[in-house]
């Protein structure tokens, strides 16, 4: 569970835990992970400790968990660094921490795949639609046509929009069968 601001109690907790040096005899782990791309150098550091169970109050924990992103901008130097907190009910010997910071970098592939694509090129939180069953209807197909698109070959949604505004025909065999 990742714990947010909405949790400043637990968030401040966390944070003083990973904030102050380990002592003699602590449990932290650490994976890193170091990637180039969209003009960046990313690392993410990955922390896990099982000593935390007993610096926190909270129901199944078994560990915490702390992500730090420490961003270059390449073009211009620019270092930002951000923290992020976890709770786990995994003992140490049953978690894979880089199996973690995978995943919990994948986390973010869906918001970027789904969510940008549904509030930026879709213009969903832009809809002035508020009452009724129309926003669920109109969500889901925004869902289908994001579906469609990616099914039907098209890794671009706009190329995909463009593509289907111009062939009309197509968009309709796409999704009724051949008209004949």
Request: proline residues 4%; negative net charge; aromatic residues 6%.
């Amino acid at each position: 569970m990742t714990v947010k601001d909405n949790q400043p109690t637990l968030h401040a907790d966390l944070e003083g835990f990973f904030s102050r040096a380990p002592g003699p005899q602590q449990d932290l782990r650490h994976v890193e992970q170091t990637s180039k791309g969209h003009g960046r150098l990313e690392t993410r550091t990955l922390s896990a400790s099982a000593d935390v169970k007993g610096y926190i109050d909270w129901p199944a924990l078994e560990q915490g968990l702390c992500l730090e992103r420490r961003v270059i901008t390449l073009s211009t130097g620019e270092i930002t660094t951000e923290r992020v907190y976890g709770l786990i009910n995994l003992t140490p010997d049953q978690l894979d921490l880089s199996k973690v910071l995978q995943r919990w970098r994948g986390h973010w592939g869906v918001e970027n795949r789904l969510h940008w694509v549904k509030d930026v090129l879709l213009k969903e939180d832009a809809s002035r639609v508020h009452t009724g069953q129309a926003p669920l209807i109109l969500a889901a197909l925004r869902n289908l046509l994001v579906s469609c698109l990616h099914a039907v070959g098209f890794a671009s949604i706009t190329e995909g929009r463009r593509h289907f505004a111009l062939n009309f025909d197509e968009a309709i065999a796409c999704i009724c069968g051949p008209l004949e």
